[in-house]
């Protein structure tokens, strides 16, 4: 007990003196000072990052695809009339996020979770990510929560920190805050909505973290996308992994059309790309990519 209120003192004596050392671009690292360091590449990306002196997160490893097809597995209800075998492809790489991780059969190479309020309520499931041996792409936010209650040796998963590009500016680990403008000449938008191609310069975020992990399946270079629970709808059920009666809220329901619209830009750069997605909802509200029945095994 002792500990922990000497740690909350602590954390709250160096938030403020960094709002006085460093100037308001910089506030959001507050939670971050003096604990942590990040190490960047000539192009601005992070390359290492360290926290209390230990090595938690290195770009500079090279990541490598067991196959060139992979299936994102997101959560939405209809990922329970999937058979189980679409989940146990030798020849699939699987990309989790969120809650996906309740699929016990599934054997995650990636994944991904950015809201810090998921791994604030279901870190009961975080837990399980952290003990697998993949490589986790998150936030400096969520990490900093994690590393606040499980120490680096008890974790087996490989941390990969993504920045997240959201209304309109990029708040970066340990650095500035950067806007970004449409007008300047970039690669990443289409529409008026940003698709990053460079998982480690910076991600978009629209509201839910298929979108987010869709651009570090692009950065891997994955030539075959399959996406399972992307359903965008019924909004009132409970996630696949979730009951009624312990369902956390969403706000996608609010968004939609923002999403709409943002997944139209993934499917122009995957087009420009040659890159192959496929939808296995076939309800699902999301009409930018093909759908693919479940009567047959067409993955394969």
């Known amino acids: 007990m002792r500990d922990l209120v000497f740690n909350y003192f602590v954390r709250n004596l160096t938030k403020y003196a960094y709002k006085i050392l460093k100037p308001a671009t910089y506030k959001h690292n507050r939670r971050y000072w003096p604990?942590?360091?990040?190490?960047?590449?000539?192009?601005g990306h992070i390359d290492q990052v360290f926290f209390r002196n230990t090595l938690i997160a290195d770009h500079r490893l090279k990541l490598n695809n067991r196959h060139s097809k992979c299936m994102l597995i997101a959560t939405g209800?209809?990922?329970?009339?999937?058979?189980?075998?679409?989940?146990?492809?030798?020849?699939?790489?699987?990309?989790g996020v969120n809650g996906a991780i309740?699929?016990?059969?599934?054997?995650?190479?990636?994944?991904?979770?950015?809201?810090?309020?998921?791994?604030q309520n279901r870190f009961d499931l975080v837990e399980r990510v952290l003990d697998t041996a993949c490589n986790f792409f998150t936030t400096a936010r969520c990490l900093d929560y994690i590393l606040r209650k499980v120490k680096i040796e008890q974790i087996r998963c490989q941390f990969k920190i993504i920045e997240i590009t959201s209304h309109g500016k990029n708040e970066l680990?340990?650095?500035?805050?950067?806007?970004?403008?449409?007008?300047?000449?970039?690669?990443?938008?289409?529409?008026?909505?940003g698709?990053?191609?460079?998982?480690?310069?910076?991600?978009?975020?629209?509201?839910?973290?298929?979108?987010?992990?869709?651009q570090i399946m692009s950065g891997l270079n994955y030539p075959y996308i399959y996406i399972a629970g992307l359903d965008m709808n019924n909004f009132n059920l409970p996630r696949f992994y979730e009951t009624l009666d312990a369902k956390q809220p969403t706000l996608l329901n609010q968004h939609t059309q923002s999403i709409l619209a943002a997944f139209e830009?993934?499917?122009?750069?995957?087009?420009?790309?040659?890159?192959?997605?496929?939808?296995?909802?076939?309800?699902?509200?999301?009409?930018s990519f093909e759908k693919l029945t479940l009567d047959q095994d067409t993955i394969l």
């Open 265 to 287: 830009t993934a499917a122009y750069f995957f087009k420009i790309q040659n890159v192959s997605v496929y939808n296995l909802s076939p309800y699902s509200l999301i009409e």
């Open 77 to 95: 209800p209809s990922i329970k009339k999937i058979p189980k075998h679409f989940f146990k492809h030798e020849q699939l790489d699987y990309i």
């Open 173 to 193: 680990f340990m650095g500035n805050t950067v806007l970004v403008d449409e007008k300047v000449k970039s690669p990443y938008f289409y529409n008026g909505y």
């Open 102 to 119: 309740a699929l016990s059969e599934v054997t995650f190479q990636h994944y991904v979770i950015i809201d810090h309020d998921f791994v």
């Open 35 to 43: 604990f942590y360091r990040v190490v960047r590449n000539t192009a």
């Open 195 to 214: 698709f990053s191609t460079q998982m480690y310069d910076t991600v978009f975020d629209y509201y839910t973290v298929a979108y987010t992990a869709l």
